[in-house]
């Protein structure tokens, strides 16, 4: 499961006049944000206010530059399949959210009609988001950058006060976020040994070949791009210093790779949304 990208108020909120620069800006930022959410680069994350916004938009779209600029009508309607879709679309009811602060607004947004709910929507969602992220993880979260995604610089926040803030993204700075979905394992995981006989047995769930030894109680076990790795069958259980190696090799967190070897079956994934979702009902 990818990140998940909300939208910049600039791009959703077309209840006044835009200039017609703006306008080329939003409907180009929307055409690249559709094709990412169509390879899969990440999911479209709206709160329910947002998505409102966005099918409202029959009602409030400002349509005083449709002579100059015909494009409107694609804006819209690429706004309603976003608003309506359900595929690379996630929703989230935040109305129960209490102690956030108003999110930072990008710059050049402080225009848009809206951003005061904007901002309101972002900083619940920034609440849950910590709720539900672990410590020093990447964020899983991001504003989407309507300069970025239209071919032009990243831009920032109108942020003064120094607010914790999610970060704005384009598409060359998407590997900054996490993917939503992660590995369900469970805490006291962390702290569990793995014994010598079940990583040698279960070492090719993370890829590892494991290679008998000739004369020695050192077996080397061999991963994809020539990378190796011990297993000593004098150690009852493989040392710590040992396990800590293998997220570097196998690109996994030691937590995950402890339960993998100790049980030989991966865990489920869950989205971390979902942590907020099942507590709410």
């Not at 006049?17 to 994350?45: C, G, K, P, Q, Y």
């Not at 966005?54 to 100059?68: G, H, K, L, Q, V």
């Not at 900054?176 to 805490?187: F, G, Y």
């Not at 494991?210 to 004369?215: F, H, I, L, N």
Request: glycine share 8%; aromatic share 8%; charged share 25%.
């Amino acid at each position: 499961m990818p990140p998940l990208v909300c939208p910049a108020p600039d791009l959703i909120d077309h209840t006044f006049t835009r200039s017609l620069d703006e306008l080329d800006r939003v409907s180009t930022a929307l055409a690249n944000i559709t094709a990412a959410m169509e390879d899969d680069h990440f999911n479209f994350l709206l709160t329910e206010p947002l998505r409102t916004m966005i099918c409202d938009a029959e009602n409030t779209f400002d349509w005083s530059r449709m002579s100059e600029y015909p494009g409107l009508l694609e804006i819209y309607n690429l706004l309603s399949q976003l608003g309506l879709q359900q595929a690379g679309v996630e929703s989230v009811d935040l109305s129960g959210v209490q102690g956030y602060t108003l999110h930072p607004i990008p710059s050049g947004c402080e225009t848009c009609a809206d951003s005061h709910s904007w901002a309101e929507e972002l900083g619940r969602l920034y609440v849950v988001h910590e709720a539900c992220n672990e410590p020093r993880r990447r964020p899983f979260i991001g504003v989407g950058c309507t300069s970025a995604f239209s071919g032009a610089a990243l831009g920032s926040y109108l942020n003064p006060e120094g607010r914790a803030a999610f970060p704005l993204v384009g598409p060359q700075s998407l590997s900054d976020l996490d993917d939503e979905e992660i590995w369900d394992v469970p805490s006291e995981w962390s702290g569990r040994s793995v014994s010598f006989r079940d990583a040698k047995s279960h070492l090719y769930l993370l890829g590892g070949d494991v290679v008998r030894p000739s004369g020695s109680s050192h077996y080397q076990v061999r991963f994809k791009g020539g990378r190796t790795w011990p297993l000593d069958s004098n150690y009852r259980d493989v040392p710590e210093p040992h396990l800590r190696e293998l997220p570097a090799i196998v690109k996994q967190d030691l937590i995950v790779i402890k339960y993998v070897l100790s049980l030989g079956r991966w865990p489920r994934k869950i989205r971390r949304l979902d942590r907020y979702r099942n507590k709410t009902g």
